[in-house]
């Protein structure tokens, strides 16, 4: 079983409707990090959160740890919000092993005018 | 610089070659840590430096992937006698601190296809 589960694996929305992206997680962690694919491959970072809710124009995401559950909205979508969205987690910092991403397989998000 | 540079953005070699993927992170960034991303998945974990010193290579899959920052800037992903499962999208990422969690910055990622 993986470590970062994410659902669905792809989602279609006609423009203007409100997405929800899940991510599910199985370990202890220090952070969880939301982060955005285009099909060129660069990857950016939308949000970083270790508890509670962060708001950045549209995009909302939320953060459960004792349920170890994180969502992303999307208010009023977008066919430029159509990219592959990916849960990244940082496991509990050692010191010898930086801060690296573990990551879930990524949700494919299209929207349709 | 502005960000986190990747070259070359495609790479085509014939299965037994040797290939290099170059990193070049933001300026001052002590951590760097490459992925690799197969067609469809998420990307993997395969090494972290911290300045000049590989701390963490627990994610390279065979004695064939070798990493090095020597200067601790520039880092290179060197991949020897190629094979078609090697082909998949090398990510490198950047970041400025090394204990605390910070976002990751990004390069655009080698595509690299094994023939």
């Known amino acids: 079983k993986n470590e970062v589960e994410q659902s669905p694996q792809n989602l279609t929305a006609q423009e203007g409707e409100f997405i929800t992206i899940n991510c599910s997680y199985s370990?202890?962690?220090?952070?969880l990090h939301w982060l955005q694919q285009h099909p060129g491959g660069g990857i950016v970072s939308l949000f970083m959160l270790s508890s509670g809710k962060k708001k950045h124009g549209r995009l909302i995401a939320t953060i459960n740890i004792q349920e170890k559950h994180s969502s992303l909205h999307i208010t009023a979508s977008h066919p430029r919000d159509s990219a592959v969205y990916i849960c990244a987690v940082n496991l509990p910092l050692i010191k010898a092993a930086g801060n690296k991403l573990t990551f879930g397989g990524g949700t494919r998000v299209l929207v349709k005018p | 610089g502005a960000g986190v540079s990747q070259s070359p953005r495609y790479k085509v070699a014939k299965r037994g070659q040797d290939v290099a993927l170059r990193c070049d992170p933001i300026?001052?960034?002590?951590?760097l840590f490459w992925y690799q991303q197969a067609l469809g998945q998420g990307p993997e974990f395969l090494t972290y430096?911290?300045?000049?010193?590989?701390?963490?290579k627990s994610g390279l899959p065979s004695d064939r992937f070798f990493a090095e920052r020597p200067e601790g800037s520039v880092s290179t992903l060197k991949i020897q006698r190629t094979q078609q499962e090697d082909s998949a999208v090398y990510l490198c990422?950047?970041?400025?601190?090394?204990?605390?969690?910070?976002?990751?910055?990004f390069g655009d990622g080698t595509r690299l296809s094994i023939l």
């Open positions: 430096f911290q300045n000049e010193a590989q701390l963490d």
């Open positions: 990422a950047s970041s400025l601190q090394i204990y605390s969690n910070q976002p990751q910055h």
């Open positions: 300026s001052g960034h002590v951590s």
């Open positions: 370990v202890g962690i220090s952070a």
